[in-house]
């Protein structure tokens, strides 16, 4: 408007060139959120999810389970397995070998992040009204993450062996996925970590796409 | 001045403080009816456990609070225990016992693991469970040592074991069938291409029967030169070769460096030749010996002795090569220079260019100079022992004697150019200056001061004290006797080992500490910068065989259990973990041939198992990630209950299984 009346005619002209300007970039920004979360995904692989530590008097160093999206580990040092050594102290209170959780999640996530991958390549370059429907696995993918983990810890908390050495010390219980805990002599505190803080930057970066597209779709009806 | 006021301040206060934790246990009862405050007073405390400020500078030198490491390890032998020990400084505590030639039931050493090790020594079939551990070699690199291994020889059957310094385990016993005893080794070359092992009292070479009426004829001394390969960890048998000497009693050698690399120098106590027989009226060995007024300084080329040996100058006798007399004189391998009679030891300086000698029966060190040596060989000399070996005169190749006291014995060395040499019959260690270049030219060859110690003092051991370049900080003297050191128990005392501070220049010395040893005679000792070495905290890998220090392709890993049987042999596959074994029954029938493996499938730091069969004589140590093999013959029936002798876990007790032998 201001433009305008500076140079009613030239001015006119730059208006528009800028608005459509606007428009084209407004059209393809959310495309581009959309590649980047595919390649915070593709690069969250590398990274651990979630952590848990475990601290006693005896583990001087403390034990930790860094939890990638298709396997556990221990921290960096390769002499102690730590995974295997937190199994070991939790048979005294008859948990289940963590091995054996979330076989099938672990199973099919590289598959399910690549073709989550794929899904935001393709809303990212095909735009259509229906596109945005192929982001929310992506989108929700952080959520649905920590929704299993949730599932597996309190499944595991709560099925105990009543059978095991330490069954009339350690009572079924709830572990936090977050936040501090604790079991028998051990203090705990579960995190989410790096990979999750990258799927999350993923979604909230599709989350801003989606709503970009949306005012640009108010917009166009409007005017 | 002011720093070292300062700093000593601060050692104080912290002794002090330390002492006062101490008796706030110890007497908190009394305390607490006399004193209410005194309780917690570091000063009352001290007070009234009478300690001097002496006596609170020493603790505050030598307390090590919990979890904190100690600066440096001193590798000490355990005499005829047959060990070795490893002890922290400036603590003084210790922190392992290494078993080598002698059966030992914690680390389950010849109870069923480690036996292909002890049969190693066995000699012509002979069970030998026991050895004379005396001189600990730790291997060295440019004349420094480099932690990666350990060599003792065993005085009474004349062997030499190898210590992996990865796991402190010993890995393999060697023995020249040509020899019987040994006491001048081991010492390492500058870069442990040999393993130098002298011998002691003279012998007829290769086991073989000689009357000592023909000793000068019939009787050898002998030095063995073991060839190490550090690719294999093992001595190399083949490449190793061994020199006859006169039977002159040979003792203390040691390898020459710097300057003086690529030959040994050992001392002898018996160039009298004498026999002894005091039943007889003949002079007893302690007189006879002693009797001439000079024994000999070996001086060997240990690089023209490789070169011989390398060419064919060795003769086989008993199934070892050995360079004859006749041939190390031909190719003038061996020399020698006179020392004060019946001496003892023969220490190289940091920088290789003196020999130290120690009067033993004269008040005097007598230094040989290396260049004088290599001046007196060049120019030639015409005289000879009986043997015909040449002999360097001694006003040649003496570079000085230091008058320090009676009875001198073992010389060691620091980083401000002094050296202290033991004076057993003074009960006491003297420091003197070196007065070369290089040392301390502006005191002269000169007695500094005198120690105390407590008492009978042999060996000494400072801090890389036998490298090119010692550190200095401390010294231990090695005492013999403790006599009224410790509370009593009984006739049988413990040896004596005393930390001495030795950082400061001048006549400042301190003892720090006493530490009773229990287990034998530690004779040498080598204390090596605790960051040098870098052992295992676990075994590398599950499955672990130490033996050949890798994964053993039998081990058994969880889900492989079992037991299977072919015809009288029966095949028990193991696995340990906190806190059970798998599987927690074993049936098998009298009269099988019983072969075993167990693997424990931990990976976490301390999680050690034990395993033991009663009445079978079996007990095992089984370390995180190792895997052990033994045999037995299944003799006697019956229900025997096996356990885990290792308190592992809180379900320990738990952690057992039954054998079960039906008649």
Excluded at chain 2, 196 to 216: F, K, M, R, S
Excluded at chain 2, 553 to 567: F, W
Excluded at chain 2, 601 to 608: G, H, K, S, Y
Aim: hydrophobic share 40%; aromatic share 12%.
């Amino acid at each position: 408007m201001t433009t305008k009346a500076i140079s009613p005619t030239d001015g006119k002209a730059a208006g528009n060139t800028k608005q459509a300007g606007l428009r084209r970039w407004l059209k393809w920004l959310p495309s581009l959120t959309f590649v980047v979360a595919a390649a915070l995904l593709l690069i969250s692989i590398s990274q651990p999810y979630w952590g848990l530590v475990l601290q006693a008097p005896q583990y001087p160093g403390g034990l930790q389970m860094r939890v990638f999206v298709n396997y556990m580990t221990g921290d960096e040092d390769p002499r102690l397995d730590e995974v295997r050594e937190i199994d070991g102290l939790n048979h005294y209170i008859g948990m289940k070998s963590l091995y054996e959780a979330a076989k099938f999640e672990r199973s099919i996530a590289i598959p399910v992040v690549i073709l989550m991958i794929g899904l935001l390549l393709i809303a990212a370059g095909l735009q259509r009204r229906w596109t945005w429907v192929l982001t929310i696995p992506a989108l929700t993918f952080p959520f649905v993450f920590l929704a299993d983990l949730a599932f597996w810890m309190t499944n595991y908390g709560q099925n105990l062996d009543p059978y095991a050495p330490l069954s009339s010390a350690i009572q079924p219980f709830t572990p936090p996925i977050l936040g501090e805990g604790v079991i028998g002599q051990f203090s705990t505190v579960a995190y989410v970590d790096t990979g999750w803080y990258i799927i999350f930057a993923g979604a909230v970066l599709i989350a801003i796409g989606l709503a970009i597209k949306l005012i640009g779709k108010l917009r166009t009806e409007r005017g | 001045m002011i720093s070292h006021k300062f700093s000593s301040r601060v050692l104080f206060i912290g002794a002090v403080i330390l002492v006062a934790i101490v008796l706030t246990v110890v007497v908190s009862p009394r305390v607490s009816t006399t004193a209410q405050s005194g309780a917690t007073d570091w000063q009352a405390i001290a007070a009234e456990r009478g300690l001097t400020e002496a006596d609170l500078r020493a603790a505050a030198m030598t307390y090590t609070p919990s979890g904190v490491m100690d600066e440096y390890v001193m590798f000490a032998s355990a005499g005829q225990g047959g060990q070795v020990l490893a002890i922290g400084l400036p603590s003084m505590r210790l922190l392992r016992l290494i078993s080598v030639f002698t059966p030992e039931s914690w680390q389950g050493y010849g109870y069923g693991a480690g036996n292909e090790v002890l049969e190693q020594g066995f000699i012509d079939g002979q069970e030998i469970l026991w050895g004379d551990t005396h001189h600990p070699a730790l291997s060295e690199t440019n004349g420094e040592y480099d932690g990666q291994w350990l060599f003792i020889g065993d005085k009474a059957n004349g062997r030499v074991a190898v210590i992996d310094l990865r796991d402190f385990e010993t890995k393999q016993i060697v023995h020249n069938p040509a020899f019987l005893n040994d006491h001048g080794g081991t010492f390492v070359t500058p870069n442990t291409e040999y393993i130098v092992e002298g011998g002691q009292y003279g012998l007829p070479l290769g086991g073989d029967y000689a009357p000592l009426a023909d000793y000068q004829n019939s009787y050898s001394g002998m030095i063995t030169f073991w060839k190490f390969d550090r690719d294999t960890g093992r001595i190399d048998y083949s490449q190793s070769f061994a020199m006859e000497l006169p039977p002159y009693w040979q003792d203390l050698c040691d390898s020459g460096k710097g300057v003086s690399e690529g030959w040994i120098f050992c001392n002898s106590f018996n160039a009298e030749m004498a026999t002894g027989g005091i039943e007889s009226g003949n002079p007893p060995f302690e007189a006879g010996v002693s009797r001439g007024a000079v024994d000999y300084l070996h001086i060997i080329n240990i690089n023209a002795a490789e070169a011989v040996f390398q060419n064919g100058g060795a003769v086989d006798i008993a199934g070892f090569n050995v360079i004859p007399l006749e041939t190390a004189i031909a190719n003038n391998l061996l020399y020698l220079a006179p020392e004060p009679r019946s001496p003892h030891g023969a220490d190289v300086t940091p920088r290789g260019d003196f020999i130290v000698v120690g009067g033993k029966l004269d008040p005097h060190v007598s230094v040989y100079s290396f260049q004088r040596i290599q001046d007196t060989i060049a120019a030639g000399t015409t005289e000879t022992d009986a043997f015909g070996v040449p002999v360097l005169p001694l006003e040649s190749v003496l570079e000085a004697q230091v008058e320090l006291g009676l009875g001198p014995l073992h010389t060691v060395f620091d980083n401000q150019g002094y050296a202290y040499t033991s004076l057993f019959l003074d009960s006491a260690v003297a420091r003197w200056s070196i007065g070369a270049e290089g040392y301390r030219p502006q005191d002269g060859w000169t007695l500094i001061s005198k120690t105390p110690v407590q008492y009978n003092v042999g060996h000494l051991a400072a801090a890389e004290g036998d490298t090119a370049s010692p550190d200095g900080n401390y010294l231990v003297a090695l005492n013999k006797w403790s006599v009224d050191r410790f509370l009593s128990t009984g006739p049988l005392l413990p040896q004596n080992l005393q930390l001495i501070d030795i950082s400061q220049p001048g006549d400042f010395t301190q003892i720090l500490y006493d530490l009773p040893i229990t287990g034998a005679e530690p004779h040498y000792a080598q204390i090596i910068a605790a960051d040098k070495l870098n052992a295992w905290e676990v075994y590398p890998e599950v499955g672990w065989d130490p033996f050949t220090q890798s994964v053993d392709p039998n081990a058994v890993l969880q889900g492989t259990e079992g037991i299977t049987r072919d015809g009288n042999n029966v095949n028990v596959r193991m696995t340990a973990v906190r806190s059970h074994f798998t599987p927690e029954h074993v049936e098998i029938q009298a009269g099988d041939h019983v072969t075993w493996t167990i693997t424990n499938v931990e990976r976490a730091r301390d999680a050690t198992h034990g395993f033991s069969i009663p009445f079978y004589n079996i007990n095992l140590s089984i370390e995180p990630g190792e895997s052990i093999t033994f045999e037995f013959d299944a003799t006697r029936s019956g229900v025997f209950s096996f356990y885990c002798t290792e308190f592992c876990s809180a379900l320990h007790l738990e952690m057992m299984g039954y054998l079960l032998i039906p008649e």
